[in-house]
């Protein structure tokens, strides 16, 4: 399918009308969120540990006095786990789970050091189990962090998986340390700075409810996959990448990092999370990956919804002054991962553009422009 055929699509899936609808979510949780912030206040006389910011970053840090930070931040890996399930694999779901957690605690500049994972199941089976051991091992040997504990819990009445599985989840909480002279939150990005991207493995954890849905429609994710080259399962099973050994290696060097984002749910309307107020036009993409033009292709999934939902092969974007990029790029490539300069830094504060497709948006949603 060529780029101009996907343009063309304007009607078909939508991450909503599969289930997932984010700005009801955001809504929903505003009591919640309301309670949670109010919390904050509970360390004010202590001091140590205190929150550094409000909620919505990728990770918050807390102030542990003597100018040193532990940021903390904590995720899961979502519909990913029903395909595990279906296939019958889950080695690999565990990697899954340490990198969403350690890939949002890097956007503040912390090294991460250890993750407290909890797993709810219907039924404790032992191989299952040792499976998801065997991903989180591999996750924390990649990341070098440790895992001091976790929680397992049989909530069977709870969980209600896909076909004749009974479901179960998989979710950590992560912590790191940063100099709180070093926290960033995009305070620094000034227009002009360019959009450094680091390519992704594919899907990563996000967008599956829509991916399923349009890739998978008769649940058999056995089924070779010719566009894939391989099958539907082992395409969806693919680990996210871990991108802590690149981020230590440039908080090593000498570079004037302003700001990095985690391209995970909400795509690339995530890099309005920076605390400047600018804008982001993103002009030079790469081909999308075979997974996501076949999402596209068999879901007829327009191209706002695409690039609003998934990271459509990058899962990190660096920003910083434009004659630093070049290291950023040469430092990507040493740790495995293709980069290049995706566009640049705008004063249209809140606004995303791809003008190479046409789309624009503000608050949360890419649209055709």
Request: net charge negative; glycine share 14%; hydrophobic share 40%.
């Given at each position: 399918?060529?780029?101009?055929?996907?343009?063309?699509s304007?009607e078909?899936?939508?991450?909503?009308?599969?289930?997932v609808?984010?700005g009801?979510?955001g809504?929903?949780?505003?009591?919640?969120?309301d309670c949670?912030?109010?919390?904050?206040s509970?360390r004010?006389?202590a001091g140590?540990g205190?929150?550094?910011?409000?909620?919505g970053?990728?990770a918050n840090?807390l102030?542990?006095?003597d100018?040193?930070?532990?940021?903390v931040a904590?995720d899961g890996?979502g519909?990913?786990l029903?395909?595990?399930?279906?296939?019958?694999r889950?080695d690999?779901?565990?990697?899954d789970c340490?990198?969403?957690n350690?890939n949002d605690?890097?956007?503040v500049g912390a090294?991460?050091?250890a993750?407290?994972?909890?797993v709810?199941?219907g039924?404790a089976?032992?191989d299952v189990?040792?499976?998801v051991?065997?991903g989180l091992?591999e996750g924390?040997?990649q990341?070098?962090?440790?895992?001091p504990?976790?929680e397992?819990a049989?909530?069977k009445?709870?969980?209600?998986?896909?076909g004749?599985?009974?479901?179960?989840?998989l979710?950590?909480t992560?912590?790191g340390?940063?100099p709180?002279?070093?926290?960033?939150?995009?305070?620094?990005i000034?227009p002009?700075d360019?959009?450094?991207?680091?390519?992704s493995?594919?899907?990563h954890s996000?967008g599956?409810?829509l991916?399923?849905?349009?890739?998978?429609?008769?649940?058999?994710y056995?089924?070779?996959d010719?566009?894939?080259?391989?099958?539907?399962?082992?395409?969806l099973?693919?680990p996210?990448a871990?991108y802590?050994?690149?981020?230590k290696?440039?908080?090593?060097?000498d570079i004037?990092?302003?700001a990095?984002?985690?391209?995970?749910?909400?795509g690339?309307m995530?890099l309005?999370?920076?605390?400047?107020?600018?804008g982001?036009?993103?002009?030079?993409?790469p081909?999308?990956?075979?997974?996501f033009?076949?999402i596209?292709?068999r879901g007829?999934?327009?191209l706002a919804?695409?690039?609003?939902?998934?990271?459509?092969?990058i899962g990190?974007?660096?920003?910083?002054?434009?004659d630093?990029?070049?290291?950023v790029v040469?430092?990507?490539t040493?740790?495995?991962?293709?980069a290049?300069?995706?566009g640049q830094?705008t004063?249209?504060?809140?606004l995303?553009?791809?003008?190479?497709?046409?789309?624009?948006?503000r608050?949360?949603k890419?649209?055709r422009?």
């Amino acid at each position: 399918m060529t780029e101009h055929e996907m343009a063309e699509s304007n009607e078909g899936m939508t991450y909503g009308a599969s289930g997932v609808d984010t700005g009801a979510a955001g809504r929903a949780l505003k009591g919640l969120a309301d309670c949670v912030v109010e919390t904050h206040s509970f360390r004010d006389a202590a001091g140590v540990g205190r929150p550094l910011r409000g909620l919505g970053y990728y990770a918050n840090v807390l102030d542990m006095g003597d100018g040193r930070g532990l940021a903390v931040a904590a995720d899961g890996v979502g519909t990913k786990l029903i395909v595990a399930e279906m296939v019958g694999r889950y080695d690999t779901v565990g990697i899954d789970c340490i990198a969403m957690n350690v890939n949002d605690l890097i956007c503040v500049g912390a090294e991460p050091i250890a993750m407290l994972d909890y797993v709810a199941v219907g039924t404790a089976d032992q191989d299952v189990l040792a499976q998801v051991g065997q991903g989180l091992l591999e996750g924390a040997r990649q990341c070098e962090i440790t895992i001091p504990g976790g929680e397992l819990a049989q909530v069977k009445e709870m969980l209600r998986g896909e076909g004749a599985t009974e479901g179960f989840d998989l979710v950590g909480t992560a912590v790191g340390t940063v100099p709180l002279d070093r926290v960033m939150w995009g305070q620094d990005i000034v227009p002009g700075d360019v959009v450094v991207g680091i390519a992704s493995k594919g899907l990563h954890s996000n967008g599956y409810t829509l991916a399923r849905k349009a890739l998978c429609p008769d649940g058999d994710y056995s089924r070779h996959d010719d566009d894939l080259g391989r099958t539907v399962g082992d395409e969806l099973l693919e680990p996210t990448a871990l991108y802590v050994a690149f981020a230590k290696d440039l908080f090593r060097q000498d570079i004037p990092l302003h700001a990095i984002c985690h391209i995970t749910g909400d795509g690339y309307m995530n890099l309005t999370r920076v605390e400047a107020d600018v804008g982001f036009c993103l002009d030079d993409f790469p081909d999308p990956l075979p997974v996501f033009k076949a999402i596209q292709s068999r879901g007829n999934v327009d191209l706002a919804e695409m690039y609003t939902v998934f990271n459509m092969g990058i899962g990190l974007c660096v920003i910083l002054p434009a004659d630093h990029a070049d290291a950023v790029v040469a430092t990507s490539t040493r740790h495995g991962y293709a980069a290049r300069v995706l566009g640049q830094v705008t004063d249209r504060a809140g606004l995303v553009e791809i003008p190479q497709h046409g789309l624009a948006g503000r608050g949360g949603k890419l649209e055709r422009v």
